[in-house]
């Protein structure tokens, strides 16, 4: 079992930065591949960025690319993600996920086994 908490979550103005935190717990998580998703309010979770394990391969979604950057500290069983340049469209409920079967990264909810509780993010204007 792994248990996925996230934070960093709160209200900021657009152009702001933020940068969220997942600490994991159980399993191993230098092991395992990680992902960030959010949801908007009427609208399906979408994907926003992945790591692998190892940290080495990352992937963006189109619309945050060049503004977010995602990392990990395998020492503190944590992942983050730095959030800048935000705008109003950021507003969501940001979501982290592991990955546990797999040390590659991967862009698909279904690809991830377990997740967090969710942080939410609101840009305003």
């Known amino acids: 079992q792994v248990q996925l908490v996230e934070s960093g979550g709160g209200l900021v103005q657009a152009g702001d930065s933020l940068r969220l935190s997942c600490t994991a717990s159980g399993g191993t998580f230098s092991r395992y591949a990680m992902g960030w998703f959010r949801q908007a309010p009427g609208k399906e979770r979408e994907f926003t960025a992945t790591?692998?394990?190892?940290?080495?391969?990352?992937h963006y979604a189109d619309s945050v690319k060049g503004r977010f950057t995602i990392s990990r500290d395998n020492t503190k069983n944590t992942m983050y993600l730095q959030m800048n340049s935000l705008k109003p469209d950021d507003t969501a409920v940001y979501y982290c996920a592991a990955r546990t079967s797999s040390s590659w990264a991967a862009i698909h909810s279904y690809e991830y086994d377990y997740w967090g509780q969710g942080t939410q993010v609101t840009v305003s204007l």
């Open positions: 790591i692998s394990a190892s940290g080495r391969s990352i």
